[in-house]
């Protein structure tokens, strides 16, 4: 089928001579040229397709949850049927932001006690409805924290999750941010003698996660008081703040995360969706949008949109970012999750991941194996392996095991190690069945 295009002959050729153009291939010029040729196959009927795709689906590998010991950003954890139930009603279906007020109201107060949890366990005093993912969301507290200072310098921790990392240097290539990476030490915590020699006049922000991406539970207050007069950002796991004193406690200026362990499953990693807060009084300069609470002409209560920072709403040089859309499915899917849990319900699972993360580590270390770090951590840790983990680690996964991640995927230095993790949903069986696996091996 070839595709519709509305123009004439002569209006495409006023348009590229507007442009300075002869032909309209040289608008593609930058495309490889790989790309241009799909070789696609003929097209099928229904009922082919539908077999073919059933056959492709056979071949996935699933892993029961009781057997997943991986995390490092996505977790296994027991969503409640009622969940699901309640985020798929077609009142909700949508992952686009709910402009209309007059018939949203469902959705914008799931978003409003969206943001209300979201502060409550951050300990912060303002949170907006969503971003695209934990990674994205700590690119945007580096912006927000640019815009705040005026300062280019930031430096972040080594025990940053990496991708999040990563995620940061694209966002801020055309800002002219300046990134100084903070190492750890032996305990896993980052470096607050290096850190303080880091900081200087041009510094604007100290980005750490808390827990770590290797586990380890940060001390915030030590790392707020080497950070006096600096944007601290603080990127931390739902469920840990269930157990630790939130960030907002230590002093933080935003707290950002990945909302996945609540309620969202894993589905081969995504969708997940950001959650952002903030201090009351940087919100003009924080991006997304805010739900509020009003009362209509007849006082009764209502919700409605009350910030919204993007190009598209205000005058595009004092936008605070382009963030087009939200993951308001999400959003509400963790607003549902939570308040089935409820505090208790939360603290619970937490107690349980910590349990049995502890739990593992005290058999991997009576199998022979040793932690790499010494510091607290609370369902994550590092241990170290035998040589050739990474083959060890498939051969597990085509068992039906999704063992610890292996580190040396993102550093070199850790070559043979292995990122453990460990939630409610593990057994003490499946975790002596993973020990006993791994200790065939040493040699």
């Known amino acids: 089928m070839n595709p519709y295009i509305p123009h004439t002959e002569d209006e495409i050729r006023q348009m590229l001579e507007v442009i300075g153009i002869e032909t309209v291939e040289e608008l593609y010029r930058d495309i490889p040229v790989t790309s241009k040729n799909l070789n696609l196959p003929d097209g099928l009927d229904e009922f082919t397709v539908v077999s073919k795709l059933k056959n492709l689906s056979l071949k996935n590998m699933v892993i029961e949850k009781p057997n997943i010991f991986m995390g490092a950003g996505v977790y296994a954890h027991y969503i409640p049927q009622i969940v699901k139930f309640l985020s798929s009603r077609p009142e909700f279906v949508t992952a686009y932001t709910p402009y209309q007020a007059e018939v949203s109201q469902g959705t914008l107060q799931a978003l409003f006690e969206y943001q209300t949890m979201v502060c409550e366990l951050t300990g912060m005093e303002v949170a907006n409805s969503s971003m695209y993912d934990g990674a994205s969301a700590l690119a945007e507290a580096v912006l927000m924290a640019h815009r705040i200072s005026n300062k280019r310098k930031v430096l972040i921790s080594r025990a940053v999750h990496p991708e999040y990392i990563q995620t940061c240097y694209t966002y801020a290539t055309a800002q002219d941010i300046e990134f100084e990476t903070v190492p750890v030490t032996k305990s896993g915590m980052t470096d607050l003698a290096v850190l303080k020699k880091l900081i200087d006049d041009d510094t604007s922000a100290v980005v750490v996660q808390y827990p770590n991406f290797f586990g380890i539970v940060e001390d915030l207050k030590m790392i707020r008081e080497y950070a006096d007069g600096l944007v601290l950002i603080v990127v931390t796991e739902p469920f840990a703040l269930s157990l630790l004193e939130p960030p907002g406690s230590f002093g933080a200026d935003i707290v950002v995360g990945e909302g996945q362990p609540l309620g969202v499953s894993m589905n081969y990693g995504g969708p997940g969706v950001g959650f952002f807060a903030t201090l009351e009084k940087y919100v003009r300069k924080m991006p997304g949008r805010l739900i509020g609470e009003t009362k209509d002409s007849e006082e009764k209560t209502g919700y409605v949109m009350i910030l919204q920072t993007r190009e598209q709403h205000i005058r595009r040089e004092k936008a605070t970012s382009n963030i087009c859309t939200n993951h308001a499915l999400m959003a509400v899917t963790n607003a549902i999750f939570m308040s089935i849990l409820g505090p208790q319900g939360m603290r619970e699972v937490a107690e349980r991941s910590y349990t049995n993360a502890h739990y593992l580590a005290k058999k991997l270390l009576e199998s022979g194996f ?42 070199s230095e850790f070559k043979d190690c292995a990122l453990a993790c460990a939630t409610e949903v593990n057994t003490k069986e499946s975790i002596e069945k993973l020990v006993d696996l791994l200790g065939r091996d040493i040699v």
């Open 370 to 411: 040793e932690l790499v770090f010494d510091g607290p951590f609370y369902n994550e840790f590092v241990v170290r392996m035998r040589s050739e983990y990474d083959k060890i680690w498939r051969k597990l996964f085509n068992n039906g095991i999704l063992a610890p991640l292996p580190l040396e995927w993102y550093y």
